[in-house]
């Protein structure tokens, strides 16, 4: 008996979700998260080190939709140098009820639109209402993705943009000040992060990104790029300033340099991670508490938010006529 599968195009996921329809969607993947609903195993790491590559294998069961989910990630630095994306992602479904494959996606659209939904739902919860400015560490795809998640939750109208390539963040600043009609500036000084109420990081560079000094009281952070206990973006300073939230606790301390390293530092201990944001957005924890303290969002990534994105793509798959069928 053959088995069909449908396979989505990045195309295909774009059309299915947009960024601002994935928020909500991601907002009850974590409340289901940690509520202990899902089955969400750490996830695999397989390092390539001769050519500077990592490999990720990221599965979920997600009983709400019936779907398990496995996302296979790998992230090359030598790729930028070849013309290639430093990322490619793929998801592959799987029917709950049978064990079924069922689906497979491209995962680098989904991924961006997870990631910055995530973002999205951190900055509702924790950012002061009134934050108009932003600042955006990392001018790639991910950095596109942020921003127009940011806009779709706070009345953003000028973005400072930092890159350790300027022209790239130059060009960054003319296609998203077109698109959303906003301005932004390419930033040349560190202390233009002074301006920012609200802060993503979405970058793959091993120490952090900005000196404490230059965030100001009451500034929300999103911290989005280091994904391995080495690494960070964020600096010790803001760590311990700050009102830390996380997308998961297990995965944060095993994962999250940003975390990590204060916590072996003994600058902190792991009381100091205030919540998930799946409890914030259930209403079992409180979010922002002052105009002036410093919140922190840090998150590695959870396939939860790749199973609820993916879900969504099945449900409107046929009603949009997305998605090539094979017979294998």
Not at 12 to 41: M, N, T, Y
Not at 250 to 259: H, K, R
């Amino acid at each position: 008996m053959s088995q069909t599968l449908r396979f989505f195009s990045a195309e295909d996921v774009g059309r299915a979700v947009s960024v601002k329809e994935a928020i909500p969607l991601v907002r009850e993947a974590f409340i289901q998260l940690s509520s202990h609903q899902v089955c969400v195993p750490l996830r695999t790491k397989i390092d390539v080190t001769s050519r500077e590559g990592t490999v990720l294998y990221m599965p979920v069961y997600f009983p709400a939709r019936e779907v398990l989910v496995v996302k296979v990630v790998s992230l090359f630095k030598n790729n930028l140098a070849g013309g290639l994306p430093l990322i490619h992602a793929t998801v592959m479904v799987n029917d709950a009820r049978t064990g079924c494959t069922i689906a497979v996606m491209d995962g680098e659209r989904l991924t961006a639109i997870r990631t910055a939904a995530a973002s999205a739902l951190a900055t509702d919860l924790l950012a002061r209402p009134e934050a108009k400015v932003a600042a955006i560490f990392g001018a790639g795809v991910q950095g596109r993705a942020q921003l127009e998640a940011l806009c779709a939750v706070r009345p953003i109208g000028k973005v400072y943009v930092f890159d350790r390539d300027l022209d790239r963040a130059e060009a960054f600043c003319r296609e998203m000040g077109e698109k959303l009609l906003i301005t932004l500036i390419a930033a040349d000084s560190p202390s233009q992060l002074l301006h920012a109420d609200v802060v993503c990081t979405v970058t793959t560079w091993p120490t952090p990104v900005f000196a404490h000094k230059n965030v100001k009281p009451g500034t929300h952070i999103n911290a989005l790029g280091a994904y391995k206990p080495n690494e960070r973006e964020i600096p010790e300073d803001t760590v311990c300033a700050a009102r830390l939230v996380v997308d998961q606790r297990e995965a944060c301390l095993s994962e999250a340099g940003d975390i990590v390293i204060p916590l072996k530092q003994g600058l902190i201990t792991t009381d100091h991670i205030h919540a998930e944001i799946g409890e914030i957005a259930a209403g079992e924890k409180l979010g922002r508490c002052s105009d002036t303290e410093i919140t922190l969002f840090k998150s590695v990534g959870n396939a939860i938010q790749d199973a609820a994105i993916a879900a969504q793509v099945l449900e409107c798959a046929d009603t949009l006529g997305l998605g090539t069928e094979v017979s294998m």
